[in-house]
């Protein structure tokens, strides 16, 4: 079974440049998160997907970051101007659940992105 | 509200020592808990979780852990350490659509 596929693994751009990042999830996951972990902390949910609706995004910053995901399937995460506190590893994650029933998700590698 | 906490930042324990990650929660209902293992580079690998039943619960790699309610603990466990289990290791806890992780543990092997 293919995992989670994200691209790119790294990035480096200047501050106030835009950036995008892409998520292939596992086939037939309904549920598709992005997580922002910066380098000695936890990952944080920026936001959550059931198929294509938005379940979650209480905590992405909205000025700057925006997502969308493709017919259910594909998502890309931008963010636009870059602020040097961007700089961490987004990890796309999916997991199969469709209900209130939180399972556990699979996670890609993750993008590394430095903000200089 | 909800949330995790790791206690230790970092751990060293010898190869063949047993392993002991400790993981407190808050959360006002029956949650789901997790642990995963993240190497240098690389995503998330789930280890184990618990969502209900038998509060000592048995992952991959050897790995266990047990949930305590009473402590609002969920320690995570090996006898046995080997040098490929130097990583970092999240606890998350979950409840409807939420998951939460704690801030990590990395663990060194020396041999």
């Known amino acids: 079974e293919a995992g989670v596929a994200q691209s790119p693994r790294y990035k480096i751009i200047e501050k106030r440049q835009s950036v995008a990042f892409w998520c292939n999830p596992i086939s037939g996951h309904a549920t598709l998160y992005w997580y922002q972990q910066i380098l000695g902390q936890g990952p944080k949910l920026l936001i959550q997907f059931q198929n294509n609706g938005v379940v979650d995004d209480s905590q992405l910053p909205k000025d700057r970051f925006s997502a969308e995901r493709l017919k259910g399937v594909d998502s890309t995460l931008k963010i636009q101007p870059a602020k040097l506190e961007d700089s961490a590893v987004y990890l796309c994650?999916?997991?199969?659940?469709?209900?209130?029933?939180?399972?556990?998700?699979?996670f890609g590698q993750g993008t590394r992105l430095t903000v200089v | 509200a909800q949330s995790v906490t790791q206690p230790d930042i970092h751990i060293t324990v010898s190869e063949g020592a047993s392993l002991e990650l400790r993981c407190n929660y808050s959360y006002g209902a029956t949650p789901y808990l997790f642990w995963y293992v993240q190497s240098p580079g690389q995503g998330l690998q789930l280890l184990l979780k618990y969502f209900s039943g038998d509060t000592l619960v048995q992952g991959i790699k050897g790995f266990e852990a047990e949930f305590k309610r009473s402590q609002s603990s969920f320690n995570l466990r090996k006898p046995s350490v080997h040098w490929s289990d130097a990583a970092e290791y999240f606890c998350?806890?979950?409840?409807?659509?939420?998951?939460?992780f704690g801030a990590g543990t990395r663990l060194f092997v020396k041999a």
């Open positions: 998350a806890v979950g409840g409807g659509f939420k998951t939460i």
């Open positions: 994650a999916s997991s199969p659940a469709t209900g209130a029933m939180n399972t556990e998700a699979f």
